[in-house]
């Protein structure tokens, strides 16, 4: 049964001026085949930068660069989440961004196991029943103290980015995998 938290919306919004971009990875790449990656996404933010400022002000060179910054940020920890807890038989994450006039919604999806997704529906409910603020702070301080650097990437985007997140879970008949997908909406 498909499993939905947070703020996921099942179709994202329509409007006169959205785009929509999906690139697909595989995350068994040689690292020199990951440096096109990164010029590729480097590409697909100064397009979304274009489309949200260009008609706008023209000394928009600060919105311009922080709207880039927390695309950047937020696309790699979705990426090294995937390919941190993705399942190695079928590498592929797909990133899509979709943009209307006041929001940017970059979604990653892969597939994981059924033990992984379970962890990671925990730390979501987790996440979901704390105070955002406090429980960023315990893990700054946990990452500073024991090196520990799991749990910042999520808390992160809430926090300093002011993303909403959702996450949906497909369970893949008899094959104990799941389909998941993650959505952040950031605000412009």
């Known amino acids: 049964m498909t499993l939905i938290l947070g703020n996921f919306l099942e179709s994202l919004p329509q409007n006169k001026r959205a785009i929509s ?3 697909f990875f595989n995350y068994d790449l040689s690292s020199e085949e990951r440096l096109d990656d990164d010029s590729l ?7 979304i930068t274009k489309f949200l400022y260009y008609n ?15 695309i950047d940020y937020i696309t790699n920890e979705l990426l090294e989440n995937s390919i941190k807890y993705g399942d190695r ?3 592929t994450i797909v990133i899509k961004f979709h943009v209307t006039e006041d929001k940017i919604f970059i979604l990653s999806t892969n597939l994981t196991s059924k033990s992984r997704a379970d962890s990671f529906k925990a730390h979501i409910h987790r996440m979901l029943n ?6 960023y702070l315990r893990q700054i301080e946990d990452y500073v103290s024991l090196d520990n650097k799991s749990g910042l990437g999520f808390l992160s985007m809430i926090n300093d980015y002011n993303a909403q997140i959702g996450w949906k879970f497909e369970p893949c008949e008899n094959t104990g995998k799941v ?4 959505m ?5």
């Open 21 to 23: 971009i999906s690139l």
């Open 41 to 47: 996404l480097d590409l697909i933010t100064n397009c």
């Open 56 to 70: 706008k002000n023209k000394d928009n060179s600060r919105e311009i660069c922080s709207t880039k910054e927390s």
């Open 89 to 91: 038989q079928l590498p």
């Open 130 to 135: 704390s105070d955002i603020s406090e429980m």
């Open 179 to 182: 389909l998941s997908t993650v």
């Open 184 to 188: 952040i909406q950031l605000p412009v």
